[in-house]
Structures are given as C-alpha cells and as structure tokens.
C-alpha cells in the first residue's frame, strides 16, 4: 500500500467506509460531481415543495461544505510554514456545521493543483480547469499518486498563490473545502465561480428548500462603503458573487445587503477607486485567519 494511502487511511481513524467513499468519489471525481449538480438542480425544479426532502438535504450539507476566504486569509495558508492543528467542536464558530470543521495544515509547503471537477462538469474554459489545491502532505501526494488523469502535479507556495491571484482578477472566490469524505478536514482550496462551482450552485438550489440552506460558511467580514471616492462604475456589483451589492448609476445610488454578503474581498479587490473597504464583522462566523486560529483554536499538545 503506497504511503499517502495509509496517511489518508489514518486520517479517517476506524472510519475505513469514509475512506473507501472518498476513494471511489476521487476516482470517479468528474461524474460524481456532475451527478450531484444535476441532482440538486432536479430536486429544486421539481421538488422543492416536498419538505420530506429538506431532511436529507440537511444531513448533505453538514458533511460536504465550505468556508470562503479573503485574500488576506488566504495568503497566510499560502505562505504557512508551519504545521497546525486545531480539532476541537469549538471550530465550529470558523466553520458553523455539524461534522466537518477540523482545521489542519500538516506540512502545509506540499502543494499538488489538479483539473477542478466542478469546472470541468459545467464547462468552464480549458484553460480555466486547472485549479484545485491541495495542502498538506497527506493529501497533495494522493493526489500526486492517483490523479494523474486529473493532470495533477507539484507546485510551489509561490506558484498556488499566484494561482489564486490570477483568478481572483477574473472575478473566481476562494474557498476552503471540508467533507466528512476526505476527514472532515480542510486541506481542499479552489477557485470558484458562481457559475461553474458546484458548491454555490447547489447552495442556490437548495435555498428554494429552505431559505436558510448553505454549503458555503460565510468569511467573517462585512464591507464599508465610502460614497465621496465612488465614481459609479458598479464594478462591485458585477463581481459579487451572490448579488449583496446592487448600483443604481442613473440616481447614484448603493444598497448593500450584509446579510446576504459572503465577504469574499473581491468587491473590495475590483474597486477602482478604492471606495469599499473590509472589516471583521462579529455578527458573522469568526474567519479562517491562521493567526486567530492560532492564537484561539489550536489543539493544546
């Protein structure tokens, strides 16, 4: 049995139908994910008034999720040099959701990027396919080993965050992944796009369920917004990705709905005037910021 079997084995304790689940779903990554949107997309068109169905959703999404990161948040795991460990049920104030919210990076400068499946299901651009990340020892040499038909291969922390930035300027959020299927752990980061993520795909299907549904735990952050630099090219609007800002450029007005806000940075990111800036909102989920998790999460030795 190849090494990063037996660590990916480990991971999951007892637990080997969890390991066998995520193996059967890694290598048949492509269509498992392809039938899991048309799934949802199914049960949203044509069943949504069948509340029998809100239970089992409910239990899908407490153990396949996500935390969106800022770009400042996400530059400290790119940059990480050391391993962290944070394990405790106290997680879920970062990651609000029953089963999969460990926080580990276990040698986090072993990086492996591979073709996305979400992207690849609802037909991104090719060039666009490449980039998934996985952090972590463990998990980027299964990657390495096994998903050669997925064109995964080694990259350098330097090269991942570079990754990041380039599709950050196109408008792509990031993302941190737990499922109970890898551990219910993170080590999973990607660029997603509203239109070509499976994960907020599925979040705007099942919401015709219940209103409250979500795959994607929010960044922890709200956005100011500062009127006398705004020039009114609502940019901010064009690039939200769940339409929490709208622009009325005729009456020069901006409406903002922090509620619904994820507080990705990319509205902050895309402004050129610089009109909106970012700050930790309380009333949300505490951010994965390492040095918070450092400082206010990490399991005791």
Not at 13 to 31: A, L, Q, V
Request: hydrophobic share 40%.
């Amino acid at each position: 049995m190849k090494a990063s079997t037996k660590i990916m084995m480990k991971k999951h304790g007892w637990r080997y139908d969890r390991f066998i689940h995520n193996y059967i779903y890694f290598k048949f990554y492509h269509p498992y994910v392809k039938f899991v949107y048309y799934l949802f997309k199914f049960l949203s068109q044509y069943l949504f008034w069948f509340k029998p169905i809100n239970g089992v959703l409910s239990m899908a999404l407490a153990r396949y999720h996500s935390k969106v990161l800022s770009y400042g948040d996400t530059k400290k795991i790119f940059t990480l040099n050391e391993n962290i460990s944070a394990i405790s049920a106290e997680n879920k104030k970062i990651v609000p959701f029953k089963y999969a919210y460990k926080i580990l990076f276990m040698e986090p400068e072993h990086i492996a990027v591979m073709d996305c499946p979400c992207k690849v299901a609802l037909g991104d651009r090719d060039e666009n396919i490449l980039s998934c990340l996985a952090v972590g020892k463990g998990l980027s040499s299964f990657w390495l080993e096994h998903g050669k038909k997925y064109n995964a291969r080694q990259i350098s922390q330097k090269d991942a965050l570079a990754l990041i930035e380039k599709f950050r300027k196109m408008g792509y959020l990031t993302q941190a992944f737990f499922k109970v299927a890898t551990g219910g752990s993170t080590g999973v980061i990607c660029n997603c796009h509203p239109d070509t993520c499976v994960s907020l795909q599925a979040t705007k299907f099942a919401k015709k369920f219940d209103r409250k549904f979500t795959m994607n735990a929010a960044a922890g952050y709200s956005v100011e917004f500062a009127e006398k630099k705004c020039k009114w090219h609502g940019t901010c609007q064009e690039v939200c990705p769940v339409g929490a800002i709208k622009v009325d450029k005729t009456s020069k007005n901006w409406t903002y709905d922090k509620d619904a806000c994820i507080g990705c940075e990319l509205c902050v990111e895309h402004c050129p005037e610089k009109a909106l800036s970012f700050y930790r909102d309380n009333a949300k989920p505490v951010p994965l910021d390492i040095e918070i998790v450092k400082k206010e999460f990490v399991t005791p030795n």
